[in-house]
Nanobody
């Protein structure tokens, strides 16, 4: 049974930091690209960051470049999203997702597996 379980969301003031985690099970983790997507109320879901199977390559949407860092630990079947300098516009539900290569930000929407999401709220 495939599972992607996110954690680490919460409420923070603008300028603060959060670290999201996503624990995966039930599929060959190191063979999958991983990514994070977010959806704010009334907006379409958007890919935020993606990482290649062994972490060699990372991809970010322009809005988070320089502030967010995606990483993965294949020994723990876990990926992370370190979010710094958070802004109110980062407020959204954040989803962990897994897709088969080729890896990339635009590939997140064709992901095979999705988590349930974790809420991030940034207040001004």
């Amino acid at each position: 049974q495939v599972q992607l379980v996110e954690s680490g969301g919460g409420s923070v003031q603008a300028g603060g930091s959060l670290r999201l985690s996503c624990a995966a099970s039930g599929f060959p983790y190191s063979g999958y690209c991983m990514g994070w997507a977010r959806q704010a109320p009334g907006k379409e879901r958007e890919g935020v960051a993606a990482i290649s199977t062994y972490g060699t390559f990372t991809y970010y949407t322009d809005a988070v470049k320089g502030r967010f860092t995606i990483s993965r630990d294949n020994s723990k079947n876990t990926q992370y999203l370190q979010m710094n300098s958070l802004k109110p516009e980062d407020t959204a539900m954040y989803y962990c997702a897994a897709h088969r290569p080729p890896c990339g930000l635009s590939q997140i929407e064709r992901s095979d597996y999705w988590g349930q999401g974790t809420q991030v709220t940034v207040s001004s």
